[in-house]
């Protein structure tokens, strides 16, 4: 299994964020999610002048359900230089109705520090 530190740095690779239009950049963060049969799903954000972007983490769920797996194990988020943020709202939602069993997924807010999504969800039915 990969560790915390592995999955940082997975995401760290991918971050930076680059234009692609005067209307569009895209990498400005970059997630890994290691879901529960020990594969690594990767994604960066889209994000668009007319607000139809996604976060890396919904790029990162869509390629494990690509995959058809739906059970995340562990799940980061790396901004542009590096720094881990915490998945928002929508994102957190996203996971949680992806796969119930996920409230028990471990989020990394902080490097060596990591909290249940249903933690982040706590009044989630």
């Known amino acids: 299994m ?6 940082i740095a997975t995401a760290n690779a991918l971050a930076g964020e680059f234009r692609t239009s005067a209307d569009c950049s895209a990498g400005g963060v970059a ?7 020990g594969r690594v799903y ?4 889209v994000d668009t002048q007319c607000g139809m972007g996604f976060c ?3 790029a990162a769920v869509a390629e494990m359900l690509k995959a058809r797996e739906s059970e995340i194990a562990l799940v980061v988020a790396v901004a542009s230089g590096g720094m881990v943020v915490a998945p ?6 996203l996971m949680w109705q992806v ?3 996920n409230r028990n997924a471990m989020v990394v807010i902080a490097p060596g520090h990591q909290v ?3 933690e982040l969800l706590p009044h989630a039915g």
Do not use: D, Q
């Open 2 to 7: 990969m560790t915390e530190a592995e999955l």
């Open 31 to 37: 997630a890994a999610i290691l879901s529960a049969s």
């Open 42 to 45: 990767t994604g960066i954000c």
């Open 56 to 58: 890396a983490e919904h």
């Open 88 to 93: 928002c709202g929508r994102c957190r939602e």
């Open 99 to 101: 796969n119930p069993r």
């Open 116 to 118: 249940t999504l249903a």
